[in-house]
C-alpha cells in the first residue's frame, strides 16, 4: 500500500482539554499538543474551531501563530465561519488545506472563491442541500458536479482532496461499503484529486477502549481501495505501522476477507483475530454491537 498522509485530529474543540485551552487561550497548551502530534510525524495538524460564530476571526489566526510557534508542520484549517477561515489562511506560513467545501449552496462558492484567492488547497465535502449521498454513484455524481464548479472558480483538481464522509458503523454499514467503492473511482473521475477522510467518524459513538479496532481496520480497507490521506488520532501508535507495512500479517487478513475469502477465525492470533471479526462487522456480515470481539 502506498504511503498515506496523516492529518492530526486532536486540536479539536470538542476535545476537553484543547477545548478549554482554545476558550481560555491557554497558548502552552496549544503549543505542547501540536508539538506532541508533530513528534508523531502527522504530515498536516487540523485546527477544528466548529462553528465559532462569536470570536473565530480572532481565535483561528491565534490558533495558527501559537503552533507555528512550535512547528513548521503544514496546517489544515476546519471551520465552518467563513470570515474565521480567511482570516486563519492569512496568518498560516503556508497555504493551509480549508477543511472543507460541502456542496450546499450557502457555503459552496464563497468557498471555492476563498480557496482560489488564497492558493489553499480543499477538502470537497460530498454533502449538498439534499444531504447525505445515498450510494457511490450519487457520490460520483456530486463529485463531477464539484469539479466543474472548481474548474469555474479557478481551483484545479490538483488542490482538491475528495472526502467522501465516512458515517458510524453503529448507523448504517452499507454507506461505509459505498465509501470504499468510491474511493476505489475517484482516480477516473478526478485525475489528480487526493482522497481524504474523517476515519474517527467510523467509531464515532463507540466505547473508547473498542474504537482503534474500527479506525484501523477501517484504514486498512480503505486504503486497499486507494485512499490518500486521513484525519486520525495522532496519538494513536499503530496506525503508522499499518501505514509503513509493520502490521503485515493483520493488513494480509483484511486484504483476504476483502477478497471474499473465508477466514478461519480460530486459527488466528488474537489481534488477527480482532481484524477478522471487525472486518465482519464494517461489511454488515455480523450485526454491530458493543461486544463484537467477544463473539
Not at 53 to 79: A, C, N, Y
Amino acid at each position: 500500500m502506498p504511503a498515506l498522509i496523516r492529518v492530526g485530529e486532536n486540536l479539536n474543540i470538542m476535545s476537553t482539554a484543547a477545548g478549554a485551552a482554545m476558550k481560555g487561550r491557554d497558548a502552552d497548551v496549544i503549543r505542547d499538543m501540536a508539538r506532541r502530534e508533530a513528534e508523531q510525524g502527522v504530515d498536516l495538524i487540523d485546527i477544528n474551531i466548529g462553528p465559532a460564530r462569536r470570536d473565530g476571526r480572532e481565535l483561528l489566526p491565534w490558533l495558527v501563530r501559537t503552533i507555528q510557534e512550535v512547528t513548521d508542520v503544514r496546517l489544515s484549517l476546519d471551520t465552518t465561519n467563513l470570515e474565521a477561515m480567511e482570516a486563519g489562511i492569512a496568518a498560516c506560513r503556508r497555504p493551509p488545506l480549508i477543511n472543507s467545501i460541502p456542496l450546499q449552496t450557502s457555503r459552496f462558492g464563497p468557498g471555492l472563491d476563498l480557496a482560489a484567492r488564497t492558493d489553499a488547497d480543499c477538502i470537497a465535502l460530498l454533502w449538498s442541500d439534499a444531504g447525505m449521498p445515498r450510494d457511490a454513484n450519487e457520490r460520483a455524481m456530486l463529485l463531477v458536479d464539484f469539479m466543474q464548479k472548481a474548474g469555474e472558480a479557478g481551483v484545479p483538481m490538483e488542490r482538491v482532496w475528495v472526502d467522501p464522509i465516512v458515517t458510524p458503523v453503529s448507523v448504517e454499514t452499507s454507506q461505509l461499503g459505498a465509501c470504499l467503492e468510491f474511493i476505489a473511482m475517484v482516480r477516473e473521475i478526478a485525475p489528480g484529486a487526493r482522497t481524504i477522510c474523517g476515519l474517527s467518524n467510523v467509531s464515532s459513538g463507540v466505547p473508547a477502549p473498542l474504537r482503534p479496532w474500527l479506525n484501523r481496520t477501517y484504514l486498512i480497507m480503505l486504503m486497499r481501495r486507494g485512499l490518500d490521506a486521513a484525519i486520525v488520532d495522532a496519538f494513536d501508535e499503530v496506525i503508522p505501522a499499518i501505514t509503513s507495512g509493520k502490521l503485515d500479517p493483520a493488513v494480509k487478513i483484511v486484504h483476504r476477507m476483502m477478497d471474499g475469502e473465508k477466514v478461519d477465525i480460530a486459527s488466528l492470533s488474537d489481534d488477527e483475530a480482532k481484524y477478522a471479526k471487525t472486518v465482519r462487522v464494517l461489511t454488515g456480515e455480523s450485526v454491530f454491537s458493543h461486544s463484537w470481539l467477544d463473539i
